[in-house]
């Protein structure tokens, strides 16, 4: 008998690994994300491909440089991953060189400058975002009507849109409801006729309405982000915290001044609060790790995408909220540790007959 | 139907256990209806003199002596330590050392025992009547039986059994969690000895003049709870049956007593400063052949599992019994293991030698096939945070591994290094596969080495200083007769000039 190996317990492992977690994560993006790629047609369609075969690309070769096991690590779905966020946070028909710029920066400033894997302080796709965000203006938020079964361009078409930058195609250019909201205010109109502009609530969180690729269908993501708390990949506490705060700021300044602010459902429906608070703010990396940590985290996430979207230059403010927090998160993760077995929360041990 | 019987069913413990934990698979299925065979003599038995923490024992007999069953081979030294049996009857072979069945694979002080097959039985213990017996005595019988905890931890059971000297105790709790996977021992030796474990329990309860006692079965054992529900009266002492969650580490004391309790040891504290005491269930029954019969422990059950086995197995062994031959009495080897264990999968050790011995606190030998264990390949960790969430010790385990990692021993120490229990569930559950527990189990190690140098250096400092004071005072003594001595010589000197003064006007009258 050959003398077996001699390693320390524990022997056995539960089936998760980092690679089942990314593709989970994705199986669970996918609904909304077909949702947003039918009803953007072709072009939007291209621009994802693109852009995630920009992330992997991208990762390679930064692994090439840092001279890193490029199979074990290209492979283990992180980079797909955030090329795939970065594509879904795209207006569905920007040219094909914003989804490049968009991986670019995410996987080699956001991620491989910081060490590669599970060493980023920020989140790389919200890091490309922002970016994106303050450098292209205009291409980040020209906007295209849902096709809502429409033919739209054909495939060649579409080529043109995307790679060509000229469109051939009418493009039926419109504002996201919170850019709508948030011009239409500062045009001095009433709440009332700007909501009943808007049309209802539903058109939002079924996803017929223009916005990013895959930010549109809130019901989807969230059947997305119940699947992922099944599956134990995230727990209840990010998403919980993000949209319960977002809910109770907007809610108590609505319940204050319903002519300046939108009423809670339109803040819950629109823009990519649903994506952020299931998919984004709870990464793994960037997040704090403890339960109160990460109630901590989510709710300062919910309070800064409420006072971006009432009071900032941008409409939408997940991308640097969630930024922000990250940058909280190293401190978060110092002070909130979990009790102790045994140990009252700084750390003595328990007094005797102390019922606790 | 009224509202107060559902009342009565609501068990909190079911609800709320302790906080973190996990449910690996339990692959008990292999073994749980395998009812215990006894195994045969083997050739020869090696009987380790360490098989308890704290001392080893005195060896009492030598080279070619014969042994009876039963007898006492080696003497228990000092407060904490066990006495040891001959298994069987023979010849021995060699007083010297043998592997430890232990990974170090260190040779430990070994009696090595050629069995006569006869199997005769020496003086036996003086049989006992618990139900008068005073409570000193059988914690004197378990003490002289040499039984030490068969859970794995083989604390002596009779030094437990005398805390009832320094502790109020009054809550008896019997593991029979069994949370390990794999394993089944106690298990099948819950639905088969039922009775004689619950003589044991009494017994025990007896000793330690425990109000209540409680027996604490995890939910996946219904079979072994139906067994000891039939016996909930013993020695005057109801017995609660207590179905616990399957969740491991439920086996852990600190956490069964939470479980049942409700109440959380204090850190660097035992479960007796909350008048509660933790035996396992194999233990009761060693104690009930001890006070009963008077046979010392010699002999225990042990589940033989994993894919690597042809005949997986519950065998009741004797105490020094080769690993290779308990396998072969198991159809040997299915196919070559990935790893041979003692133990269970999270806790077990991982044995090279398959001629190491199983000594009273071994409870499965498990040779696991590659597809059963863990992968290799190590990913850096994503802080996903799932070791948080399943540490029983609310400690943070990727933390700590980085301060390890980066040589920061004292930091990690700061943030509870020495509150881990090692019970594996943060690399059970890790992503990335990463070696937490190992690492943590490595800076523990690591440690108690610096602090033993520094306890060492802090010493030589002490001795090196006490030397230099004493030289000193030496010196000092030295320096102060030697002025004694100078003021003496100069006071004697001045007496004398005073006198020769004195005396030559004297001389120069008689001169006159």
């Keep these: 008998m050959i003398a077996p190996m001699l390693a320390s317990a524990p022997h056995t492992h539960s089936r998760f690994n980092v690679s089942r977690t990314m593709i989970a994560v994705m199986a669970c993006l996918s609904p909304a994300t077909a949702f947003g790629l039918y009803h953007f047609g072709w072009p939007a369609i291209c621009l994802f491909i693109v852009t995630i075969a920009a992330a992997l690309l991208f990762e390679v070769l930064s692994l090439a440089i840092a001279g890193k096991p490029i199979l074990r690590f290209a492979t283990d779905g992180s980079a797909v991953l955030t090329g795939w966020i970065v594509a879904l946070s795209l207006p569905p028909w920007a040219p094909w060189w914003v989804g490049v710029t968009g991986a670019g920066i995410a996987i080699v400033i956001g991620k491989h400058v910081f060490g590669g894997l599970g060493q980023n302080l920020f989140n790389p796709a919200m890091v490309a975002r922002a970016m994106l965000l303050v450098a292209l203006p205009v291409q980040m938020t020209t906007w295209v009507q849902p096709l809502r079964g429409d033919t739209g361009p054909t495939f060649l078409q579409s080529l043109g849109i995307t790679f060509m930058g000229s469109p051939e195609f009418d493009v039926v250019s419109s504002a996201s409801v919170l850019s709508q909201v948030k011009s239409q205010l500062d045009a001095g109109q009433p709440m009332d006729r700007i909501l009943a502009e808007l049309g209802g609530v539903q058109d939002q969180l079924y996803g017929f309405v223009s916005g990013s690729m895959g930010e549109t269908s809130a019901l989807l993501l969230l059947a997305g982000g119940l699947c992922l708390i099944l599956l134990r990949i995230i727990t209840v506490v990010i998403p919980l915290s993000v949209l319960g705060s977002v809910f109770v700021l907007s809610g108590a300044a609505w319940l204050i001044a319903p002519g300046q602010f939108p009423p809670p459902q339109y803040h819950m429906v629109s823009g990519s609060l649903v994506f952020c608070a299931f998919f984004i703010a709870t990464d793994y990396v960037t997040s704090p790790v403890t339960g109160t940590g990460k109630m901590i985290y989510g709710i300062g996430i919910g309070t800064l995408i409420f006072v971006i979207r009432s009071w900032g230059a941008f409409p939408e403010g997940v991308a640097f909220a969630v930024l922000l927090m990250n940058a909280c998160t190293p401190l978060i993760d110092e002070y909130a540790r979990p009790r102790i077995f045994g140990r009252t929360r700084s750390g003595k041990p328990l007094e005797l007959g102390d019922e606790s | ?512």
């Design chain 2, 1 to 512: 139907m009224t509202i107060f019987p559902l009342a009565g069913r609501f068990d909190p413990a079911r609800l709320f256990s302790f906080k973190g934990g996990i449910h690996p698979e339990t692959r008990k299925f292999l073994t749980s209806e395998c009812a215990i065979e006894d195994m045969p003599v083997p050739t020869v038995l090696r009987v380790p003199l360490q098989q308890h923490i704290g001392v080893e024992a005195e060896p009492l007999v030598a080279r070619d002596d014969m042994v009876l069953k039963g007898q006492l081979i080696g003497k228990a030294r000092g407060p904490v330590s066990a006495n040891i049996h001959a298994p069987t009857s023979g010849r021995v072979l060699a007083v010297g050392h043998f592997t430890a069945p232990h990974p170090s694979g260190l040779p430990v002080p070994t009696i090595t025992i050629r069995p006569d097959g006869d199997d005769r039985w020496g003086d036996r213990l003086p049989r006992m009547r618990p139900e008068s017996a005073d409570p000193d005595e059988i914690a004197a019988q378990v003490a002289k039986a040499g039984i030490v905890g068969m859970g794995g931890a083989t604390f002596p059971a009779a030094v437990k059994l005398n805390l009832r000297a320094r502790y109020d105790l009054h809550t008896l709790i019997i593991n029979g969690a069994e949370c390990e996977p794999y394993l089944t021992c106690d298990d099948r030796l819950m639905r088969e000895r039922a009775e004689e474990i619950a003589d044991g329990i009494g017994i025990m309860a007896r000793a330690l003049g425990v109000k209540q006692v409680i027996v604490a079965i995890e939910a996946n054992k219904p079979q072994a709870t139906a067994a000891m529900e039939r016996y909930h009266r013993v020695l005057g002492y109801a017995l609660k049956i207590k179905q616990v969650p399957t969740q491991y580490p439920m086996g852990s004391e600190k956490h069964l007593v939470k479980t049942l309790t409700g109440k959380e040891t204090p850190a660097r504290a035992l479960t007796a400063e909350l008048g509660v005491v933790v035996h396992n269930a194999a233990t009761a029954h060693a104690v009930h052949l001890a006070v009963r019969y008077g046979e010392p422990s010699i002999s225990r059950v042990v589940t033989i599992s994993g894919r690597g086995i042809t005949r997986p197995a519950n065998v009741r062994a004797l105490i020094g019994t080769p690993v290779a031959e308990l396998l072969a009495h198991c159809g040997g080897l299915a196919q070559e293991p990935e790893r041979l264990l003692l133990g269970g999968p999270m806790m077990g050790q991982p044995i090279q030698n398959p001629r190491v011995p199983i000594i009273k606190g071994t409870n499965g030998i498990l040779a696991l096939a590659a597809s059963e264990t863990r992968d290799r390949e190590v990913m850096p960790c994503i802080r996903c945070g799932l070791c948080v969430q399943v540490c029983p010790m609310g400690l943070t385990p990727f933390e700590l591994n980085t301060r390890i990692k980066a040589g920061d021993l004292e930091g990690a120490a700061r943030v509870g290094l020495l509150d881990c229990i090692t019970c594996g569930c943060c690399s059970f559950t890790c992503p990335s596969n990463k070696p937490l527990v190992q690492t943590i189990h490595f800076a523990k190690g690591k440690l108690a080495e610096q602090e033993s140098r520094k306890h060492q250096q802090e010493q030589a400092k002490r001795l090196a200083e006490a030397r230099q004071e004493r030289q000193e005072a030496i010196a000092a003594a030295k320096r102060e007769a030697m002025a004694k001595r100078k003021a003496e010589m100069a006071a004697k000197k001045k007496r004398e000039a005073e006198a020769a003064a004195a005396e030559t006007p004297k001389n120069g009258e008689t001169v006159k």
